[in-house]
Structures are given as structure tokens and as C-alpha cells.
């Protein structure tokens, strides 16, 4: 089933605890890449507890493993590319295998990656970069893009979808490529397994997923506890909207570049989710107009004595019921709108989103 496995990336730790809780609303597992020298990876009260939980895990990494070695090529392509202007360039190392008209005027943000997350042949263009505590300081459009393949291809083995909280790194159109040409259906990259024919759908599902997510908000009150509480008491309506996410971007192109994938996604949001999820609620609502038309069409059919009814309990006041006629229907046609709204909710894919915002 699509979604219940995650990997977040770029960082080890997570921080952002508002994104952390509503991510743990729709994802069962969410993993993080760690090197594997790294014994205590979790720092916050929020990522210790979903660590304890079992809900977020530690997918381990270090440079002997042979999918960061099959990274080397594509980053060292990459360092020789446009793409390549922003990597730090103080480095010797560096410097011999940029040609001179690509250095960079200015040097973007830095950020620092471990080095058992770099192939070793890469470690060694990268050794002038070195900081005092054992990272790798790099400029942070190079980062992006190599935490970007790398987890890209965690997820091709693993079938997980990919997660961000950063907006920078969310660009998948700057993420994603090698040369301004990096596709989804490279074949010389994605294809080289055949597992991997499955990343395009895992792509679009976090891609619909992530923008979905973007309109719901757990309340700052809410703890993590609470979250999880109120999935495991929501878990069939959860089940039916991923297996909604899943059929919606079936239609999905596997032989799309990053722009034309993110342009399907953005169409099937607009055009198809969001239209359904709207219609649902606008049926919800109607629902209670139908009830009180109902209800006026049995008066002549069936009436009691008002004061034999419970009038605080049903929700009107004494004139509106005489009004009404009261009686039996008024009773069946409460009991028909409660079983037709519950209905509807048990079948619809969207009412998880519509829980979440009225509870959480």
C-alpha cells in the first residue's frame, strides 16, 4: 500500500515538530538517513518518542555500502557542470577538476555533511573541506543535490516515498538532475534495476501527498501523543485515503522528466482532489437541508403530541417543533440523517483530512 514507509531527508535529526506531527498523521514509519558511526542520532523530547515508539528509525549508511560507491559518477558529473558553480572552491582538490570559466563569484550557504555519507572517491576531491570536527563543509546547492540522489536511491531500494520539511530542498527541479537534464526516466540511471520502475509512482504519491498535507494543521495544543491516539482510532479512514492517493495518480507518465511529473501531480491536485474533497463537503452540509424537507413531507402522515417528545435532546425549541408537526417522523428523520452522514464518512476517502482539522 502506497505511503506507510518513509525516508526524510536532508538532515539526521528532525526539528521541525509541527511538520513532524502532521507527517506521523499519514506516514506509519519515517526514517532518516544516519551514518552508521553515529550512536545517538535523535536529540529533541519529539524524535526521541517516536524513535521509542518504533514510528521513526535510523536507515544506516557508511561509504563501503555499494549503492553510495554507484553515487560517485553522477557526483562527479555533477562537479563538472553548471550545477557544479556553487560548490566550495577554496579546495585544490576541486579546483583541478572544475575548468576555470565555472568558478563560482560567490559561495551560497554552507552545510556540512558526514563523511560516511560520501563515496570515498568523492571524499577525496572534498578533503580540503574538512572541519575540525570530521565534517565535510560544502556549499549548500551541492549538498542538495547529493543528499537528493542519495536518498533517491534509498528510496528506490527500499519502495519508500521521500520526505522534506525544507523548502529549498523540496525544488525538485533543482534537486534532481545533472546538468539541467537529470530525468525520472534516465535510463542509464533509474533503469538499471528493475525495481526502480517503481519510483516514478512513489515520486508523484509523495509529491500529491505533500501537497495535500499542506492544508492541514494540527493544532499547537495537540502533543504527539495525541496524534497517534487519534490515528490508531482513525486507521480505516486513513486506509481508504491512501488507497484514494494511489488510484488518483495511477495515470501518472513513467517516462516523465522532473518538470512534466511535478506539472501531473500539480493538475491531478487542482482537477481531481481537490474538486472531490469539496464536493464531499458540500454533500455533508446539504444533507441537513435534505433531513428538514424530509421531515416537512411527513408531517401530514404521521404526528404526536409534542409533549411526549424530549425536545432539549433533538436540538429545537418548543415553537419550532409544533411548527414542524414533531412526531415519529421527526424522531426517524434524525436517526436517518446521523446513519446517512455516518455513511457517508465511512465511505468516503477524504473524511481522514476532514477529522484531522475538526479534532486535532
Same mark, same amino acid.
Given at each position: ?44 523530547? &519529539? ?212 518538470? &512534466? ?100
Amino acid at each position: 500500500m502506497g505511503f506507510t514507509k518513509a525516508l526524510y531527508y536532508p538532515t539526521i535529526d528532525i526539528h521541525n515538530e509541527g511538520w513532524l506531527k502532521t507527517a506521523v498523521l499519514f506516514w506509519d514509519e519515517i526514517n532518516t538517513i544516519v551514518p552508521s558511526s553515529v550512536k545517538v542520532p535523535y536529540q529533541t523530547h &519529539s524524535t526521541q518518542f517516536l524513535s521509542d515508539k518504533g514510528i521513526l528509525k535510523s536507515l544506516r549508511v557508511n561509504p563501503d555500502y555499494d549503492f553510495i560507491d554507484e553515487l560517485s559518477s553522477d557526483v562527479l558529473n555533477y562537479l563538472n557542470t553548471n550545477e557544479g558553480f556553487q560548490v566550495l572552491t577554496q579546495s585544490n582538490g576541486l579546483r583541478s577538476i572544475i575548468h576555470r570559466d565555472k568558478l563560482p563569484r560567490k559561495v551560497g550557504r554552507l552545510f556540512n555533511i558526514h563523511p560516511e555519507k560520501l563515496p570515498y572517491e568523492v571524499q577525496n576531491y572534498l578533503r580540503n573541506n574538512l572541519t575540525r570536527d570530521g565534517w565535510f563543509q560544502v556549499d549548500s546547492n551541492f549538498a542538495t543535490f547529493y543528499m537528493t540522489i542519495l536518498a533517491n536511491k534509498l528510496c528506490e531500494r527500499r519502495s519508500m516515498g521521500l520526505l522534506t520539511d525544507n523548502s529549498f530542498t523540496a525544488n525538485l527541479i533543482d534537486k534532481v538532475r545533472l546538468d539541467n537534464q537529470f530525468a525520472i526516466n534516465d535510463a542509464s540511471y533509474f533503469h538499471r534495476y528493475d525495481h526502480r520502475n517503481q519510483k516514478p509512482l512513489l515520486l508523484a504519491q509523495g509529491l500529491l501527498t505533500n501537497l495535500i498535507i499542506q492544508g492541514v494543521r494540527v493544532g499547537v495544543t495537540s502533543s504527539l501523543e495525541d496524534v497517534l491516539n487519534f490515528k490508531d482510532q482513525h486507521r480505516d479512514e486513513l486506509g481508504l485515503f491512501r488507497m484514494n492517493i494511489s488510484k488518483l495518480i495511477q495515470s501518472v507518465s513513467k517516462e516523465a522528466p522532473v518538470e &512534466s511529473l511535478m506539472q501531473q501531480v500539480e493538475d491531478i491536485y487542482k482537477d481531481e482532489f481537490l474538486p472531490a474533497y469539496n464536493n464531499f463537503k458540500k454533500a455533508l452540509d446539504s444533507s441537513r437541508i435534505k433531513w428538514f424537507s424530509d421531515n416537512f413531507m411527513k408531517i401530514s402522515l404521521i404526528s404526536m403530541p409534542v409533549t411526549t417528545l424530549p425536545m432539549t435532546l433533538l436540538g429545537f425549541t418548543l415553537p419550532h417543533a409544533l411548527l414542524a408537526g414533531v412526531g415519529v417522523s421527526l424522531v426517524s428523520s434524525v436517526v436517518s440523517y446521523n446513519e446517512d452522514k455516518k455513511e457517508k464518512i465511512r465511505t468516503n476517502p477524504y473524511s481522514y483530512l476532514l477529522a484531522i482539522n475538526d479534532q486535532i
